[in-house]
């Protein structure tokens, strides 16, 4: 007796999955419900932005205020060496203009001083030229034999010698003269005073002086 194909001992699956009962099809339904934020989320959302919102304006507020910080300090350092700077230039003008001012009124006073001194110093120097001429006068006169001394001044110093001399005036004699000098002669001896001489050089001092 032949056997039987080997095939036919394997299973058949497919014809075993069609004998088997297949699920009905589904019918499209609703979707599906989703329950609506309620009034807490909606509290709690509006809650976030205002926050976020100020947490901007905080931010933005801190950020201005830096910058404006920021900004007065460079505009003081700006100031301060502006203020420096003027404070040096003015300072030196002002310096100069001082030490200007200083030397002309220096230069006015001295002008001033040296007007007001000389009439002063002139006398002064007449004075003195006028007792040491007397006193020589007198030493020609108590030491030597002369016969006669004469005296050729103007009036005023005639007068001032005359009152120095004394009693010994009375063997002198006085003849007009020209000037400021006094001219004393006895015999072959010369005296002269040359108070033109020393006017003169107190002049041209007085005068350097004053430019």
């Known amino acids: 007796m032949p056997r039987p194909p080997l095939v036919s001992f394997l299973i058949d699956f497919d014809a075993e999955e069609r004998r088997l009962p297949q699920p009905a099809p589904r019918r499209a339904g609703p979707p599906p419900f989703v329950q609506p934020p309620t009034r807490d989320t909606e509290i709690m959302i509006a809650q976030a932005l205002d926050k976020g919102r100020n947490e901007g304006w905080a931010a933005a507020e801190a950020a201005w205020e830096d910058k404006l910080r920021v900004e007065r300090e460079q505009f003081q350092e700006q100031l301060a060496a502006a203020r420096a700077e003027w404070a040096r230039t003015e300072g030196e003008a002002l310096a100069g203009a001082m030490h200007t001012a200083f030397d002309s009124?220096?230069?006015?006073?001295?002008?001033a001083l040296a007007?007001?001194?000389?009439?002063?110093?002139?006398?002064?120097?007449?004075?003195?030229?006028?007792?040491?001429?007397?006193?020589?006068?007198?030493?020609?006169?108590?030491?030597?034999?002369?016969?006669?001394?004469?005296?050729?001044?103007?009036?005023?110093?005639?007068?001032?010698?005359?009152?120095?001399?004394?009693?010994?005036?009375?063997?002198?004699?006085?003849?007009?003269?020209?000037?400021?000098?006094?001219r004393v002669v006895a015999d072959d001896t010369v005296i002269e005073t040359r108070l033109a001489d020393w006017a003169a050089e107190l002049a041209a001092a007085v005068g350097q002086d004053a430019s």
Do not use: K, N
């Open 115 to 182: 007007r007001t001194l000389t009439p002063f110093l002139e006398q002064a120097q007449r004075q003195r030229s006028l007792a040491a001429l007397a006193d020589a006068v007198r030493t020609l006169a108590e030491t030597t034999r002369h016969e006669l001394i004469e005296i050729s001044a103007s009036d005023d110093l005639a007068a001032a010698l005359a009152s120095h001399l004394g009693d010994l005036a009375a063997s002198v004699r006085f003849v007009p003269g020209a000037g400021p000098d006094v």
């Open 105 to 111: 009124m220096q230069s006015r006073l001295s002008a």
